[in-house]
């Protein structure tokens, strides 16, 4: 059972990054449920519904490129997922950003995220 759940946020998180790193945006749309928030900012309002992270996920695939994710499943249970993850990608200024940072999703039955969480730390690397 366990592999199972493990199995099952492995691809949930390999579709994330390959929807990042493909920029993407509407392979967004069988991450999470309609009705999902999304917190990319703990401080910051979270994104609700898919129509708005879609709309991010939009965004996101316009101003950067050359992106490369990876991660590492921390834990997770049936009900939600934490992984450590790393993401570098080059902004249309042609300056190259490095994250690190931290992924809670909760899923429902069909392994949907009902709310994701992260927490990041960015810097830029040069030109």
Same mark, same amino acid.
């Given at each position: 059972?366990?592999?199972?759940?493990?199995?099952?946020?492995?691809?949930?998180?390999?579709?994330?990054?390959?929807?990042?790193?493909?920029?993407?945006?509407?392979?967004?749309?069988?991450?999470?449920?309609?009705?999902?928030?999304?917190?990319?900012?703990?401080?910051?309002?979270? +994104?609700? $519904? =898919?129509?708005?992270?879609?709309?991010?996920?939009? !965004?996101?695939? &316009?101003?950067? #490129?050359?992106?490369?994710?990876?991660?590492?499943?921390?834990?997770?249970?049936?009900?939600?997922?934490?992984?450590?993850?790393?993401?570098?990608?080059?902004?249309?200024?042609?300056?190259?950003?490095? +994250?690190? $940072? =931290?992924?809670?999703?909760?899923?429902?039955?069909? !392994?949907?995220? &009902?709310?994701? #969480?992260?927490?990041?730390?960015?810097?830029?690397?040069?030109?």
């Amino acid at each position: 059972m366990v592999i199972n759940i493990m199995k099952e946020f492995k691809e949930w998180l390999d579709l994330y990054g390959r929807a990042w790193m493909l920029r993407k945006p509407t392979l967004i749309k069988k991450l999470f449920v309609d009705n999902a928030t999304y917190h990319e900012k703990p401080l910051e309002k979270p +994104l609700k $519904g =898919i129509s708005e992270i879609t709309k991010y996920w939009e !965004n996101v695939s &316009t101003t950067q #490129r050359n992106i490369e994710f990876d991660y590492e499943i921390l834990s997770c249970t049936k009900n939600y997922g934490i992984a450590h993850w790393q993401a570098s990608f080059v902004r249309n200024n042609n300056e190259r950003v490095e +994250l690190d $940072g =931290i992924f809670l999703a909760y899923f429902d039955d069909q !392994n949907k995220c &009902t709310n994701f #969480r992260e927490w990041w730390q960015s810097r830029k690397t040069g030109l």
